[in-house]
C-alpha cells in the first residue's frame, strides 16, 4: 500500500507537532507501507540526520517550501500557504505513482482544513482538533491575550456556517477528531464520516517497565507541571492553586517559553519561592522522562488544548494526573487513573485544583498504586506500533467499502477509535 502523508510539523527526536508527524511516517512505513512524507522545508534538516541514523526502504520525503519569506513571521499564515504548496507537490507525486491514499496529520486543526482530497483520493483528515474553546469563565488567565482568545472562540464557533469548511470536510473520506467539542463541530457541518481517536501515541520503548508503587509520604507532596509556557496552558493557575492548598505541597516545572523574570516574579508574587523549582530551561528527554518517574502526581492546567501529549507521557510512565476535566482530558483520561477539576468561576475552579491536590495528597499509598497500574495499561494502548496497526485497519476498510462513505455508520469504525 503506498501513503501520500500530509505532514507540515515532522521532526525525529521532537515533542508535541513535531513528534507527531515523525512518529507518524517512521510507524506507518515500519508496517511495510510505502509512505511519501511532504513536510516543510524548514525540518529538512533534522529530518535528513533521523533517516541517517534511522533509515527506511519505505520512507521517502519531499520537502516543500513557501515560496513568500514574509510569510515565516506569522505561523498561521504561513501553514496555509504551504497547504497550497503541499498541494501542488501532491498533485506533481500522484503524477508520477499511484497512491492509495492520502492521510493528513499535521499541523492537527479543524480551522484550516487539508485541500489535499482535491487529489482525487482516499483523504483521512486527522486526528484533528482545534473544536474545543477555552471557557469563558477562565479568560482572566489570558491576560492581555483575552482580546484575541475570544476572536479565536468566535472563529471556532461561527465555523458552523463556513461554506468553505462544510464543503472541504465533507469531501474527505474519513475525519479523525482528537475530542468531542470537535467531533460535535465536524457532525454539525454534515459530517457523519467521523470518529474519536486520540491526537497523540506513545513510542513502546517510552513506558516504564511496571507501574508505581507508593511509599507512605513523608515530606511534601511533589506535583509536576509540563509544558511550554503558552498563554493557554495557564501556568499562573498551577501556581494558584498550589498557593491556596491547604496541604504540604511543591511544584516542580518543566517547560520554558516566557521571559525568566516574568516566571519569577509570577512565584514571588504567590511568594511560593520554597515551594517551587524550575531550572529556567526546557528538560532533556531523559530528564522528563526521570522527572515523572521522581514526582507523585502531573498537574495539568491547560485551559483549551485537543488532549496533551504530556498527559500521556504521565500515564506512561504510571503517574496520575490531576487535570481540568476539559477537552481531551475529558474524553480520554480514565477516571480511575486521575482526580479530575470541574471547571467553574476563576475563584471555583482555583478552590477545586486546590482541593483536587489536598485530596490527593491523603490518598493511600495502595489507592495511588491502583492508579498507577490504570494510567499504565491505559496508556498501552495508545502506543504508536498499535495506532499504526489502526490507521492501516482504517485504510483498507475505507478501500473497500462502496463509494457512498456517508452510508457507514461511525459505530462500525469503533476499531479505529481509542
Known amino acids: 500500500m503506498r501513503i501520500l502523508l500530509s505532514a507540515y510539523a515532522c521532526r525525529p527526536n521532537a515533542g508535541s507537532e513535531p513528534g507527531v508527524g515523525w512518529n507518524w511516517a517512521t510507524h506507518l512505513a515500519a508496517r511495510g507501507m510505502q509512505v511519501h512524507v511532504l513536510v516543510a522545508k524548514r525540518n529538512q534538516a533534522p529530518v535528513e540526520v533521523g533517516l541517517r541514523e534511522h533509515p527506511s526502504p519505505n520512507l521517502n520525503f519531499t520537502f516543500v517550501p513557501v515560496p513568500y519569506g514574509w510569510a515565516k513571521k506569522n505561523e498561521a499564515v504561513h501553514y496555509a500557504l504551504w497547504q497550497l504548496a503541499a498541494l501542488k507537490a501532491g498533485r506533481e507525486l500522484s503524477n508520477q505513482m499511484r497512491f492509495d491514499i492520502v492521510h493528513h496529520v499535521t499541523y492537527a486543526s479543524i480551522h484550516v482544513p487539508s485541500q489535499l482530497w482535491r487529489l482525487g483520493i482516499p483523504l483521512i483528515f486527522g486526528p484533528v482538533g482545534g473544536g474545543q474553546t477555552a471557557p469563558r469563565s477562565m479568560l482572566s488567565y489570558f491576560g492581555t491575550k483575552t482580546p484575541k482568545e475570544r476572536l479565536r472562540s468566535s472563529f471556532t464557533r461561527a465555523l458552523k456556517v463556513s461554506p468553505f469548511h462544510r464543503h472541504s470536510l465533507q469531501q474527505m473520506s474519513w475525519i479523525l477528531a482528537a475530542n468531542r467539542d470537535t467531533l460535535g463541530l465536524v457532525q454539525a457541518l454534515g459530517c457523519n464520516h467521523a470518529s474519536l481517536m486520540c491526537d497523540t501515541a506513545v513510542p513502546a520503548e517510552y513506558f516504564s517497565p511496571v507501574p508505581r508503587n507508593f511509599e507512605e509520604r513523608r515530606g511534601a507532596l511533589k506535583l509536576l507541571w509540563v509544558g511550554r509556557m503558552l498563554t493557554r496552558k495557564a501556568l499562573p493557575l498551577a501556581l494558584d492553586a498550589l498557593s491556596a492548598a491547604r496541604t504540604d505541597a511543591t511544584l516542580t516545572i518543566a517547560g520554558d517559553g516566557l521571559d525568566p523574570q516574568t516566571v519569577n516574579e509570577m512565584i514571588c508574587d504567590r ?33 483549551r488544548d485537543s488532549f496533551g501529549s504530556q498527559l500521556l507521557e504521565a500515564l506512561a510512565m504510571g503517574l496520575p494526573v490531576i487535570t481540568l476535566d476539559l477537552h481531551g482530558a475529558h474524553d480520554f483520561v480514565p477516571d480511575g487513573a486521575s482526580l479530575k477539576v470541574f471547571v467553574g468561576s476563576t475563584e471555583e475552579t482555583v478552590r477545586n485544583l486546590a482541593q483536587a491536590i489536598e485530596t490527593y495528597s491523603r490518598l493511600t499509598p495502595e489507592r495511588k498504586a491502583g492508579m498507577s497500574a490504570e494510567a499504565w495499561t491505559f496508556a498501552k494502548s495508545l502506543n504508536w506500533t498499535r495506532r499504526a496497526q489502526m490507521a492501516e485497519n482504517l485504510y483498507r476498510e475505507l478501500l473497500s467499502r462502496a463509494p457512498r462513505l456517508e452510508e457507514t455508520s461511525p459505530s462500525k469504525m469503533a476499531a479505529v477509535s481509542t
Do not use: I, P
Open 271 to 303: 511568594n511560593l519561592q520554597r515551594r517551587v523549582f524550575w531550572k529556567g530551561t526546557r528538560l532533556t528527554y531523559e530528564e522528563l522522562r526521570n522527572a515523572y518517574a521522581k514526582h507523585d502526581a502531573m498537574l495539568f492546567t491547560s485551559l
